[in-house]
């Protein structure tokens, strides 16, 4: 016989509301009591952390070209020997003095995100060639039906995002510059526009 299906319905998705980056930085937006501090806000690194001190900073910006107030942003990276702080790194130990993850809520007034980090080593892609430095960047806010993800290379490593085996992939180079942070002085500019001509590179993970 037959068995029926369908009988276990798929549940509407969700957005992630207007309140995700309350829940996930209470602190931040002055509920206090509910953990000693955010998690993931503030530096990625400490005074003993090994590599070049930079600062990335963006903002999440919309079809209409307004930036989003109550988006959070979440950065992954390699430290700067290209490793990763993770119990699945098999090619050496990281900089136990980089967390190599943090968080960064917008900013209410101008919907900036910040990360005082360091810029990351090279990493080898699965075929073993190796990719140039950049972080993976995780977005979400109201509207948001799943978490995007994208990623931000750095300007100045022109000969490096050249030979990069993802950026290759791309099947429309004039969209390569959505990835691409401009650095100026110490810190790298990357905003991430949702829609639009400038629609940022989000990549399926």
């Known amino acids: 016989m037959v068995q029926p299906l369908g009988y276990l319905k798929e549940s509407p998705s969700q957005t992630a509301g207007p309140y995700v980056h309350i829940g996930l930085t209470p602190n931040f937006v002055g509920i206090h009591g509910i953990y000693a501090e955010d998690l993931g ?3 990625l690194v400490n005074e003993k952390t090994r590599g070049e001190r930079i600062v990335i ?7 209409s070209g307004t ?3 109550d988006a959070l942003v979440e950065i992954w990276q390699a430290d700067a020997a290209g490793l990763y702080n993770s119990p699945l790194e098999t090619r050496g130990k ?3 003095n980089f967390s190599g993850w943090g968080r960064s809520p ?14 990351p080593g090279r990493v080898p892609f699965q075929d073993g060639r190796l990719m140039a430095p950049h972080v993976t960047l995780w977005i979400v806010a109201r509207g ?3 978490g995007l993800h994208t990623r931000m290379y750095f300007s100045d490593e022109a000969d490096a995002n050249a030979e990069d085996p993802v950026l290759a992939r791309i099947e429309h180079k004039v ?8 650095r100026d002085g110490d810190a790298y500019q990357f905003d991430i526009h949702l829609q639009g001509e ?8």
């Open 41 to 43: 806000v503030g530096a």
């Open 57 to 63: 900073r963006g903002r999440v910006i919309d079809g």
């Open 67 to 69: 930036p989003l107030k």
């Open 94 to 96: 990281a900089d136990e």
């Open 106 to 119: 917008a900013h209410f007034e101008t919907g900036e995100f910040v990360f005082e980090t360091v810029k």
């Open 144 to 146: 948001i039906n799943i």
């Open 175 to 182: 969209r390569i510059p959505t990835l691409i942070g401009q």
């Open 198 to 205: 400038r629609e940022t590179v989000f990549f399926d993970m």
